[in-house]
């Protein structure tokens, strides 16, 4: 907006910043990052490092260089609101109608309305008797030292990402899941690997509900055939919007069983009223990248429909990327398998046991599946529980963005060795499935011939 108008208000309702920054994306991964620098001493004696057993993880040193990081990624997103001065106000917002709002008091009129408030922990009504022994991401980074024995209940992203990090830091973890797959994989041999790959690092109950039950010696925790008894509770069962009491009602439009108003994920307008819901607030991709672009789409069609009385411009969103920091990677790319009509759909895919590259980083498990048309090969999706799956989602979602073919990406350079052989190896045994499949990944210009050499044939 400010590149198109300085007649603006921002709203906010607590402490300044995104939750990415503070409670999200960056904290989390700097945990991550010194769990498995600790955690990488098991493969020292293989590469022929001795000594591995005489290190040792300071946790309160961890969590203190986890906070001091955040801050300072805090203090950049900062940097687009202190320079507001009257323009930035704090406080609790609530709409009186489509043009109209409430802070604490002061009525306010606007010919446009964002609403990006963001989310919060889901945190059952029940589980509040817990009182400090139960933590979520807004308070597990806060705190000085972590407890021996901690219990992860919800096997989403951010549980499987804690619970594999909070392990690897040395600390008795046991995960619960109510569904049978976790980090939202519907592809069930992909899922099969990422479970016993992560029941091998900590202890897994998928397919149960936890029941916890508050006691003198810590929380006892059901599910399933598990029964203990832990010193703290992580509750990681997702983030919900923060629209309560945000008089959405006053707009007089139906408002679902989740009290969310209709959202075109085009516009980010709510119905035909020059008010938009952007972000972790609309309930519908709560990943940064997508929240920056609802932001920027929302800002834009504000603008227009409050500077000139325009219509919404509508925006074509990305590529659906999703991605896991986990070891291996954890990552959706496009269409999920469940998707997609198995009968009319392609799979081709790759293990990394024997991978070459993946071997000479004991980096060598996990799995990449890919889905094509069965007509022209074009790319469809893939999941993946691989190493460096980050990388290749990236490189797999440009594949689908420019709707590139199987023939098209086998047509590109892989360098040797790399991780990446392995993505071509699962397009190979796609190309093999399409009609009239060549003998060559190049372009012809003379005779082809196989020379016997796995790297090059």
């Known amino acids: 907006m400010r590149k198109r108008t300085e007649n603006f208000l921002v709203i906010n309702d607590g402490p300044w910043g995104t939750i990415c920054a503070r409670v999200g994306c960056m904290p989390s991964k700097l945990l991550i990052e010194a769990a498995n620098a600790f955690h990488r001493r098991g493969t020292f004696e293989e590469f022929g490092i001795r000594g591995a057993e005489r290190l040792s993880v300071d946790v309160p040193a961890v969590l203190r260089r986890v906070r001091r990081l955040r801050d300072g990624f805090v203090a950049g997103t900062l940097k687009a609101t202190d320079t507001l001065d009257e323009r930035a106000i704090s406080g609790r917002v609530r709409l009186l109608g489509p043009g109209q709002l409430e802070v604490d008091g002061r009525k306010i009129s606007a010919r446009s309305i964002i609403l990006a408030t963001g989310s919060r922990p889901v945190v059952p009504e029940a589980w509040q008797r817990l009182g400090g022994r139960l933590l979520t991401t807004d308070t597990l980074f806060e705190q ?6 901690i219990a992860v209940v919800g096997m989403g992203a951010i549980g499987v990402e804690m619970a594999q990090a909070l392990a690897r830091l040395g600390l008795e973890i046991s995960a619960f899941g109510h569904a049978a797959g976790v980090a939202g994989l519907s592809d069930p041999k992909v899922n099969a690997v990422a479970t016993d ?63 969310m108003p209709p959202v075109d994920s085009t516009t980010q307008q709510v119905g035909e009223f020059p008010v938009f819901l952007a972000g972790d607030a609309n309930g519908q991709t709560p990943l940064l990248h997508e929240a920056a672009d609802e932001g920027h789409i929302a800002g834009i069609n504000a603008c227009r429909m409050a500077l000139s009385a325009g219509t919404p411009a509508c925006f074509a969103r990305r590529t659906r990327l999703a991605i896991v920091f986990a070891e291996p990677g954890i990552a959706v790319v496009g269409q999920r398998f469940r998707e997609l009509d198995a009968a009319s759909t392609l799979a081709g895919e790759v293990r990394f046991e024997n991978q070459g590259r993946a071997r000479a980083g004991q980096r060598n498990h996990g799995i990449l599946r890919l889905y094509a048309e ?32 199987v ?17 071509r190896s699962a397009l190979r045994e796609l190309a093999a499935q399409l009609p009239g499949s060549g003998e060559s990944d190049l372009d012809s210009c003379g005779a082809f011939e196989a020379i016997g050499a796995e790297a090059l044939d």
């Open 144 to 149: 000085e030292n972590l407890p021996a024995r």
């Open 407 to 423: 023939r098209d990406l086998l047509r590109l350079p892989f360098y040797h060795p790399v991780l990446e052989e392995g993505l």
């Open 197 to 259: 790959l992560l029941g091998g690092e900590f202890a897994l109950q998928l397919g149960a509900r936890a029941e916890l039950e508050a006691r003198e010696d810590g929380v006892r925790v059901r599910a399933g055939d598990a029964d203990l008894t832990v010193d703290a509770v992580l509750a990681a069962l997702g983030r919900r919007p923060n629209i309560d009491d945000l008089g959405l009602e006053t707009l007089g439009i139906a408002l679902d069983q989740r009290g």
């Open 374 to 405: 069965p007509q022209r090969g074009r790319l469809l999706g893939a999941e993946m529980c691989a190493p460096a799956a980050e990388h290749m989602a990236h490189l797999l979602a440009l594949a689908i963005d420019r709707e590139l073919t």
